[in-house]
Each structure stands twice: as structure tokens, then as C-alpha cells.
Nanobody
Framework: QVQLVESGGGLVQPGGSLRLSCTAS?????????????VSWYRQAPGKEREMVAR????????DYSDSVKGRFTISRENSENAAYLQMDNLKAEDTAIYYC????????WGQGTQVTVSS
């Protein structure tokens, strides 16, 4: 079965940086290579709905960001490693949330999430 594992979360002070990683396994069971998927990072803060913060498309490699993170977050992928990353700079308290990795290609696959806490 397809599994996504996020890592890299933690506690950081405002203005600090974190790099989240998402690694996929089990893709051979569905015969879909990692490069085919659109990869997104979502986050969900307490009491709020889950929101998309960054996306990288499969074919073009084009990226898309929510207005709240544009200019501070950078999404990237390494298809040869079945991995995607979210570089988060100049973190703010309002970035505190559980961050989820999502793969989409006619089906959605989700990781279990990694907690990011921005606090002094």
C-alpha cells in the first residue's frame, strides 16, 4: 500500500526556518511513478480547516503557493528519491499547525502529518 511519511517538524522561534520532508513508498503496488503525482503540502491549525499551502505539479514542475506563505516557503521534489520538501523560512506564530503531505493522481494519498510549532 502507498505510504507517505512526513518529517522535519518541531519547535522553532519566530523568524526561524524548518525543512519538511515527505517520502513515499509502496508506489510499485499501484504502478504509478512518483514523478506522475502532483505533490502538495497542506496544514491544519487547531480549530481551523485544512488548507493548501504549496503545490508542485508533475509535468511542468510549476509551483503554486497560498498568499499567506508566498515568498517564505519553497516546495521542491526529488523524483528519483520519491521525496518532496517544504523549506519554510521566516516562520511566524500563525504558521503553527500540523503539516500534511498529499499526492494526487486521480486518487489522493495523505501522510500522518508533522507538527510545526512557532513560538518564542
Amino acid at each position: 500500500q502507498v505510504q507517505l511519511v512526513e518529517s522535519g517538524g518541531g519547535l522553532v522561534q519566530p523568524g526561524g526556518s524548518l525543512r519538511l520532508s515527505c517520502t513515499a513508498s509502496g508506489l510499485t503496488f499501484i504502478s504509478v511513478p512518483f514523478a506522475t503525482f502532483t505533490v502538495s503540502w497542506y496544514r491544519q491549525a487547531p480549530g481551523k480547516e485544512r488548507e493548501m499551502v504549496a503545490r508542485i505539479f508533475s509535468a511542468s514542475g510549476n509551483t503554486d503557493y497560498s498568499d499567506s506563505v508566498k515568498g517564505r516557503f519553497t516546495i521542491s521534489r526529488e523524483n528519483s528519491e520519491n521525496a518532496a520538501y517544504l523549506q519554510m523560512d521566516n516562520l511566524k506564530a500563525e504558521d503553527t499547525a500540523i503539516y500534511y503531505c498529499n499526492l494526487w493522481y486521480f486518487n489522493d494519498y495523505w501522510g500522518q502529518g508533522t507538527q510545526v510549532t512557532v513560538s518564542s
